[in-house]
T-cell receptor, first 114, second 116 residues
Framework: DSGVTQTPKHLITATGQRVTLRCSPR?????VYWYQQSLDQGLQFLIQ???????AKGNILERFSAQQFPDLHSELNLSSLELGDSALYFC?????????????FGSGTRLTVV | AQSVTQPDIHITVSEGASLELRCNYS??????LFWYVQSPGQGLQLLLK??????LVQGIKGFEAEFKRSQSSFNLRKPSVHWSDAAEYFC??????????????FGKGTHLIIQP
């Protein structure tokens, strides 16, 4: 157990729908990162939050959004889902900036869009 | 923009043999480099990281990696592999921008197969 908790572990939904993925960072970690892992694109950085504020955006689609709440958990919202959004979505956390402290990954949420 | 290349998609090694997984990066400044391992159905586990200092970095599970700036490489090595090392291995470089923003750029991964 890495200490980073992601729910749900699996999610199956239809095209056009909206889903929310949840991440609880390791205790004491202020930064949360979201990554998407797909066969086509590999592992891609989506977005970073630090202590409730957005810090960086990677290859995140406009249909996707995220937020970090006062208790530091984060949610990734995916809307107007397409077949190509099927992927494994990882959350990672770090104490401050990951480059100094390293990143701890959760076990992921596998999203299947049908 | 930064990038990471892992030239070998698959590598097959006999149990007990030595291992080297290649990683080349492209980054304009001093890189922060990482190796992660992913077992089937699992998340990513950090094996080791390089920030500065000694270019030979020791990690968990008997792995080590050497940073070679002149070759823009950060190859992962293990002197003797075990069947439990079979997994997907990812090299990553830290991507930094102002204000403490950071995120990792990953290579495509190398799938390690261990032969008995």
């Amino acid at each position: 157990d890495s200490g980073v908790t992601q729910t749900p572990k699996h999610l199956i939904t239809a095209t056009g729908q909206r889903v929310t993925l949840r991440c609880s960072p390791r205790s004491g970690d202020l930064s949360v990162y979201w990554y998407q892992q797909s066969l086509d694109q590999g592992l891609q950085f989506l977005i970073q939050y630090y202590n409730g504020e957005e810090r960086a955006k990677g290859n995140i689609l406009e249909r996707f959004s995220a937020q970090q709440f006062p208790d530091l958990h984060s949610e990734l919202n995916l809307s107007s889902l397409e077949l190509g959004d099927s992927a494994l979505y990882f959350c990672a956390s770090s104490v401050g900036t990951g480059r100094s402290y390293g990143y701890t990954f959760g076990s992921g949420t596998r999203l299947t869009v049908v | 923009a930064q990038s990471v290349t892992q030239p070998d998609i698959h590598i097959t090694v006999s149990e007990g043999a030595s291992l080297e997984l290649r990683c080349n990066y492209s980054y304009g400044a001093t890189p922060y480099l990482f190796w992660y391992v992913q077992s089937p159905g699992q998340g990513l586990q950090l094996l080791l990281k390089y920030f500065s200092g000694d270019t030979l970095v020791q990690g968990i599970k008997g792995f080590e990696a050497e940073f070679k700036r002149s070759q823009s490489s950060f190859n992962l090595r293990k002197p003797s592999v075990h069947w439990s090392d079979a997994a997907e291995y990812f090299c990553a470089v830290g991507a930094w921008s102002g204000g403490g923003a950071d995120g990792l750029t990953f290579g495509k991964g190398t799938h390690l197969i261990i032969q008995p």
